[in-house]
């Protein structure tokens, strides 16, 4: 079965740093990966995902995330944090062997919580 | 494209009545619903899927007659929380793939905040 760790619960940085989230995963073998974002008391939007083929992909909102076949990891990335980017993230994977009518179920990690500061 | 919406946005309920939570796929065809819970600060945990016109299959843990769930067409699925109970209170948060994207996405509702007194 996958499983997703984000090693990181919060994470505090300062307005115009740059910002990376970790995210590693277990599974066999090439997983579906997704970053998602949670503003306070509304639902996920999409970040960016990983299918397959270029192994840096990039995302809305000037984010950037970098599969890592060998690290098992797929850290999400922004080069200048805006104030307006504190928000849950919670990284997800995807696999064949859960699955739903044909659709793919994720495994979502305990999320990561971003702290900006001015 | 592809939004999903839910209603209510938030509902407060006594406890003992039951509550229907809507999920609906607004301009695509859902081919399975999934509904998840999240408690404040924590994780989604997915509670069941659905595909419409089929019985929901629900995680483990999940108690089937609490948490009924209806895909009755392609663009609707319902939970209702049935006795409702002060720790039944949480953010629920429906999603939905379609054959006409790629099955390995999901979009998400905006979550419905359930408070039981």
């Known amino acids: 079965a996958q499983s997703v760790t984000q090693p990181d619960i919060h994470i505090t940085v300062s307005e115009g740093a740059s910002l990376e989230l970790r995210c590693n995963y277990s599974y066999g073998a090439t997983p579906y990966l997704f970053w998602y974002v949670q503003s306070p008391g509304q639902g996920l939007q999409l970040l960016l995902k990983?299918?397959?083929?270029?192994?840096l992909v990039q995302g809305i909102k000037g984010f950037e995330a970098e599969f890592k076949r060998s690290q098992s990891s797929f850290n999400l990335r922004k080069p200048s944090v805006h104030w307006s980017d504190a928000a849950e993230y919670f990284c997800a994977v995807g696999a064949k062997g859960r699955v739903s009518g044909g659709s793919y179920i994720p495994t979502f990690g305990r999320g990561t919580s971003l702290i900006v500061h001015p | 494209g592809a939004v999903v919406s839910q209603h209510p946005s938030w509902v407060i309920c006594k406890s003992g009545t039951s509550v229907k939570i809507e999920c609906r796929s607004l301009?695509?065809?859902?081919?399975?619903m999934f509904w998840y819970r999240q408690f404040p600060k924590q994780s989604l945990m997915l509670m069941a899927t659905s595909n419409e016109g089929s019985k929901a299959t629900y995680e483990q843990g999940v108690e089937k007659d609490k948490f009924l769930i209806n895909h009755a067409s392609l663009t609707l699925s319902t939970l209702t929380v049935t006795s409702a109970h002060p720790e039944d209170s949480s953010f629920y948060i429906c999603?939905?793939?379609?054959?006409?994207?790629?099955?390995?996405?999901?979009?998400f509702g905006p979550g419905t905040r359930l408070t039981v007194t």
């Open positions: 999603s939905a793939t379609t054959e006409d994207r790629d099955l390995r996405e999901q979009y």
């Open positions: 301009d695509f065809q859902a081919t399975t």
């Open positions: 990983y299918f397959s083929g270029d192994t």
